[in-house]
């Protein structure tokens, strides 16, 4: 255990000036040469270190000084004299209170006592219940109403609460805002966001309003903006995103992003796309898309997993019988919200399962991890998961006065899986907290990935750790994982992983073809899995779904393993091993040796297999060091001879490079292929210094280009959109006074009406389309759905027989609009009470009794939203109680040409579709009947015009507005 300062900065005499002290002691440290550091040098770029080198930094200068440095430091202190200036902002205190309340001390806000679960807020809904993210969002916020859902943690400590009731509200505001802007379900949303209660309400918004959420994650340093674009811009074309929501400080760089993308059409934040206007709750199928899941190493060929709802909620379900999860869990997460472990396996079946959760971000994750612990002391937190990297972290970096009076006896879950997992990591990871209550049952090394939603194997809960030592030399030649005799030189070490969740199964099949079949226990082969979690595929990626499906739902995960008592255990990736004379060595395991190498960045080694022209195979090591070339001969023979202590044969070439040469993923970790193909094309060099700005100031003057383009061609279409309203409105003008005043003949006004809107419409370069069978010869009721103000006559520019409409009593009143109405036939609703509903159903039923067809808009209004809204059932009733048919006639294109809330209309295709009638049921059926009719009909027109279903509700309708009359239309409907 270690107490006090760590590193050369404890003997640096408290003063800025020690900071580059402390900055060369670490350098020393892990491999740097021994220079005085300038106060301009760029920690990454100039000096080589990472994310988790400049935290070790910030803990050395904090242990030096006895301050808390601020939490922003990490992500925005890029020099040593950006780390001096944040040194003297620590030194106002303000940071060493927040410790406090982290720790849950004096100034920590009191965590209100938690009620024990009731029935109905414990019980899990099965799937067959609530079988979407969406219906689960509705469900927990009526079940859990009033109860905290997520704590979300800032940088000093204090806890935001929303409760379950409160993220389903935010969800339908802004799956209406979604839906205003013309969303339709399958349509793929970008969400551009931090760690934040935003993230949670835009991805709960975004399923329930039937749509696709594509996390991505946030740039980390603005002067790498440039190479950030490149890789996201590349995501969102793969996705086909229609929207980006981002953060507000990320706007412009969403614009940006956008204006590269042909396929974006608007960007704005959560708050902005929350919508005021009636909730429309939408039914999500199971089958339907909720998630396309990128992996943070996605880069110049990105492969995004497509889950759907029934993947998702299969997946959480059998996390939660795996660790048995109940109501008086409490989970406490740091991970990164656009990574499957985070998302999934944590806050999703976290929700399904009625559990809180405390909410940490990475970065207050990587600047103290004791934060990580002190968050599970002091809200009580018993499930928890992390990778690897983590565990090691806290081992290495927290110190004994960190943690004085941590309590960590509740945490009976601390899964750890998204990396390897390494043995002497879970050894040392429970020696070191034992004695502050952690049990070594508690730990879980666990197995899965983004392709079976996030969770495929689990260890039995409260078991611990199993380590499999097994013979190096019959592993490495002979695949064959046989236990060794004890000797440690002649021993590779792997951890158990347990064994498949619930529903799901694994199979270990032949290392070079997996179409073969399974092979023997304990013989390393290929990872194969099936199960209700597997994904749809790699989105727009047939090809690649194709090269890892096995058949009979099989899919190959590429990872290498071998079973022993029928648990799992995972050895390495089948691409990424090291091939030499027939024997086969996995990478990390020649890494690790060369990490101890003096002069060799420590996490910065990569180790692969490439052609020789002479031997034909040759083990190939990729090593990061600051030292100067004078030295890389005695690293070089370092390298080589730790590799051949570790695996028994030599490293053939060593090729050392300057810090930051070897690719990462945003989370870290090695890109080994990438760093592969860039060996073997000769291309693998630092990046360069400097020139950011120009690149981005380059990608900047292409998006103005496009910009300039895209207004230009947004004058056009406000020029067309003017020439339309303008021949559209007139030839409505027109054929009203003529059919209003010049006849007395209804089928004469009809036919002026007809032919003068087709005029209109072709005019302003529309037209309108018709098509399917013609109307019935006989009296009928035709039902159309309702979208635009243009429905009604693109209705009578469609038809080719008269019909009588029906309108609101209000709209004969209108100047001209009245006359044509009356001279046309329309039918008046009088809607102002029940005796004006009934004269109005009588006089419906006596023209459909004359012979007449009757066309009504059973919704009775509309709104900007997509979705056919319920149907009321007068003109149902009618056809029933009359034994008329039916005809659906979907009316197609008129929210994309003129949607409601913009003035002028916008080029598009519109058509009339008539459907095949339907016939009523007999007389005698009643009330169930009319009911059946009315949503079969619905049900035809939603399929026919494309948009789904919705089910209005009038919460948070503003007063004195009715639910279902959010706006004033002439058409209607009894």
């Known amino acids: 255990m270690v107490d006090g300062p760590r590193g050369t900065g404890a003997e640096t005499a408290p003063g800025t000036s020690g900071v580059a002290a402390i900055v060369e002691g670490l350098l020393a440290e892990i491999g740097g040469p021994s220079v005085a550091v300038r106060a301009d040098a760029d920690l990454e770029r100039d000096l080589g270190l990472g994310s988790l080198e400049r935290a070790e930094l910030l803990a050395r200068i904090e242990a030096a000084f006895g301050v808390k440095m601020p939490d922003d430091t990490l992500r925005t202190a890029r020099s040593v004299a950006a780390l001096e200036r944040a040194l003297e902002r620590a030194r106002g205190g303000e940071t060493a209170r927040a410790t406090d309340r982290w720790r849950g001390g004096q100034d920590a806000p009191a965590t209100e006592a938690r009620a024990r679960p009731d029935e109905e807020h414990a019980r899990v809904p099965p799937q067959h219940e609530v079988a979407s993210l969406a219906a689960l969002i509705r469900h927990r916020a009526r079940v859990s109403a009033g109860r905290v859902h997520l704590r979300l943690l800032d940088d000093e400590g204090r806890a935001q609460p929303v409760t379950f009731d409160a993220l389903g509200r935010d969800a339908a505001a802004l799956a209406e805002g979604l839906r205003s802007r013309g969303l339709l379900p399958g349509d793929r949303v970008i969400l551009l966001l931090p760690t934040s209660a935003d993230f949670f309400r835009a991805f709960a918004g975004v399923v329930s309003a039937g749509a696709v959420a594509v996390p991505i994650y946030p740039p980390i340093r603005m002067d790498a903006l440039a190479g950030y674009l490149e890789r996201a811009d590349r995501l969102i074309r793969n996705a086909g995103a229609r929207a980006i929501v981002a953060d507000r400080p990320l706007l412009q760089l969403a614009r940006l992003l956008a204006d590269r993308n042909g396929c974006v059409e608007w960007v704005c934040d959560v708050e902005t796309l929350r919508a005021t206007a009636p909730e429309a709750r939408l039914e999500v199928e199971p089958e339907q898309l909720a998630l396309i899941q990128y992996s943070s190493g996605s880069t110049g060929d990105p492969k995004g997993v497509a889950l759907r709802h029934r993947n998702l909620l299969a997946n959480m379900h059998a996390i939660g019988r795996g660790v048995r999860l109940s109501a008086e869990d409490v989970a406490v997460s740091w991970l990164p919200l656009y990574h499957d472990m985070g998302l999934i396996g944590v806050w999703l079946t976290a929700l399904l399962h009625g559990i809180e959760v405390v909410v940490l971000s990475p970065l207050q994750f990587l600047a103290r991890p004791e934060r990580w612990l002190w968050a599970l002391h002091r809200f009580g937190g018993t499930l928890s998961p992390a990778p690897n990297f983590a565990y090691e972290l806290c081992v290495r970096k927290i110190r004994d006065a960190d943690i004085e009076g941590l309590n960590l006896a509740r945490w009976r879950v601390a899964m750890n899986g998204s990396e ?144 022993a008592d029928g648990e799992l255990f995972v050895t390495g990736r089948a691409k990424e091993i090291v091939i030499k004379g027939g024997r086969k060595y996995h990478p990390h395991d020649i890494e690790r040796a060369v990490w101890e190498v003096p002069g060799v960045r420590k996490g910065c080694v990569v180790a692969f297999d490439a052609p020789d022209p002479v031997s034909g195979e040759a083990i190939v090591v990729v090593a990061e060091t600051r030292e100067p070339p004078a030295r890389h001969g005695e690293i070089e023979a370092g390298i080589r001879s730790a590799v051949s202590r570790a695996i028994g044969a030599p490293a053939d070439r060593v090729l050392l490079v300057a810090p930051g040469t070897i690719p990462k993923t945003s989370s870290g970790k090695l890109r080994r292929r990438e760093t592969r193909s860039r060996y073997l094309a000769g291309a693998l060099r630092p990046p360069a210094r400097g020139g950011g700005a120009l690149r981005l100031a380059g990608l900047a003057a292409g998006a103005a280009g496009r910009r300039a383009r895209a207004a230009l061609r947004q004058l056009s279409e406000r020029a067309w959109g003017l020439w339309a309203f303008g021949a559209i409105g007139s030839a409505a003008v027109l054929s009203s006074a003529a059919a209003g005043y010049g006849t007395r003949r209804t089928e004469t006004a009809w036919s002026i009406m007809h032919h003068g809107l087709r005029l209109g419409f072709r005019l302003a370069g529309l037209g309108v389309r018709r098509s399917g069978p013609p109307l019935p010869p006989g009296p009928c009721v035709i039902v159309s759905n309702h979208a635009s103000y243009l429905d009604a006559p693109v209705v009578v520019a469609g038809l080719e027989a008269p019909a009588r409409y029906t309108a609101k009593a209000p709209a004969f009143e209108w100047p001209l609009v009245g006359a044509a109405l009356r001279a046309t036939g329309t039918l008046a609703i009088d809607r102002r009470d029940a005796g004006g509903r009934l004269r109005s159903l009588a006089a419906a039923e006596q023209a459909l009794r004359a012979g007449a067809r009757l066309h009504v808009f059973p919704e009775g209004t509309f709104t900007a939203a997509s979705g056919l809204r319920p149907f009321r059932l007068g003109a149902f009733e009618l056809a029933v109680r009359l034994g008329l048919p039916v005809v659906p006639a979907a009316v197609i294109g008129t929210r994309t040409v003129y949607r409601y809330g913009f003035w002028l209309p916008r080029p598009g295709r519109l058509e009339v579709r008539v459907l095949e009638p339907v016939a009523p049921p007999a007389p005698d059926a009643g009330f169930a009947g009319v009911v059946a009719l009315r949503d079969r009909v619905r049900r035809e027109l939603a399929q026919a015009v494309g948009e789904p279903l919705l089910e209005i509700t009038s919460a948070g309708l503003p007063p004195g507005v009715s639910d279902g009359e959010p706006e004033e239309t002439a058409s209607d409907e009894s």
Do not use: K, N
């Open 420 to 563: 390897p997992v390494r043995p002497e990591t879970l050894e040392r990871f429970c020696r070191r907290f034992a004695p502050y209550g952690f049990r070594r049952e508690a730990l879980m090394p666990v197995y899965g990935l983004a392709e079976t939603s996030v969770a495929l194997c689990f260890p039995p809960l409260g078991r611990g750790p199993r380590i499999d030592r097994v013979d190096r030399e019959r592993f490495t030649t002979r695949g064959e994982a046989q236990p060794s005799d004890g000797d440690e030189a002649r021993t590779i070490a792997f951890v158990g992983v347990g064994r498949p969740l619930e529903g799901h199964e694994i199979r270990i099949a032949d290392r070079e073809d997996p179409h073969r079949g399974a092979v023997p226990e304990r013989v390393e082969g290929r990872i194969l899995f099936r199960g209700p979690s597997t994904m749809r595929g790699y989105f727009g990626r047939p090809d690649a779904t194709e090269a890892v499906s096995v058949g009979e739902g099989w899919i190959d995960t590429g990872d290498l393993g071998y079973l």
